[in-house]
């Protein structure tokens, strides 16, 4: 079935950092992409999103592109916030939404 | 617009005891409504969805059940609880017209079992 691979953390960095959380899928059609934010003791809230290949979603001054060549959505912000410091989970549509495992972002001040 | 709303915020429960969480929409009609868990340091589990009234489908075979008695309602719900039913309840819906939208997520709940 579908499913949604995504870089194991945690992940540290200083303000300022460049942060990348890689994010692979498997489907059998084009489905939208995801990426979803929770910062502690909260639920997911949607970051960005991408409906088909090429697409770019942006938000809060992250990125990500949807790349069918490498089945890959890569979440990228150039310069990161202590206020970025969250989980960020990576989700592919299909009729329920598959998550990725989540990746654990802190960042220091 | 649209709202979820999920309760309680925070539960403790002992071991065997039952178990009822609520999720209600507003501002929308025959949403796809979903469970989650998130065990501790862990990704989410979807548990069960519903696309109409009294339609129930589960993901995985567990101590839980669900219900959805009215459009905008989903219970989760157990008869006796385990230790391994803690963890952090998420609800989520989207519009039943349209798969590609993105979840809604509601603030979670909260779950130790001791």
């Known amino acids: 079935g579908d499913s949604v691979t995504q870089m194991e953390g945690p992940v540290t960095l200083s303000e300022e950092a460049f942060l990348t959380i890689n994010c692979t899928y498997t489907?059998?059609?084009?489905?939208?992409l995801f990426w979803y934010v929770q910062y502690p003791g909260e639920g997911l809230q949607l970051l960005l999103k991408?409906?088909?290949?090429?697409d770019k979603g942006s938000n809060k001054g992250f990125e990500a592109t949807y790349r069918k060549e490498t089945t890959s959505f890569h979440l990228e912000k150039g310069s990161v916030q202590v206020s970025d410091s969250a989980v960020y989970f990576c989700?592919?549509?299909?009729?329920?939404?598959?998550f990725g495992a989540g990746t654990t972002v802190t960042v220091r001040a | 617009s649209q709202t979820i709303h999920q309760w309680p915020a925070t539960l403790v429960q002992p071991v065997g005891s039952p178990l009822s969480l609520e999720c209600t929409v507003e501002?929308?009609?025959?949403?796809?409504l979903y469970w989650y868990r998130q065990a501790a340091g862990r990704g989410l589990q979807l548990l069960f969805y519903?696309?109409?009234?009294?339609?129930i489908s589960s993901e995985v075979p567990q101590n839980l059940s669900a219900s959805r008695p009215q459009d905008r309602q989903f219970i989760l719900s157990s008869k006796k609880l385990l230790l391994s039913d803690s963890g952090f309840y998420l609800c989520?819906?989207?519009?039943?017209?349209?798969?590609?939208?993105?979840?809604?997520f509601g603030n979670g709940t909260r779950l130790t079992v001791t």
């Open positions: 989520a819906w989207r519009p039943g017209s349209s798969y590609n939208s993105p979840l809604h």
């Open positions: 489907a059998t059609g084009y489905p939208s």
């Open positions: 991408a409906t088909k290949a090429d």
């Open positions: 989700a592919l549509n299909d009729y329920k939404l598959s």
């Open positions: 501002g929308t009609s025959n949403p796809n």
């Open positions: 519903s696309v109409g009234i009294g339609q």
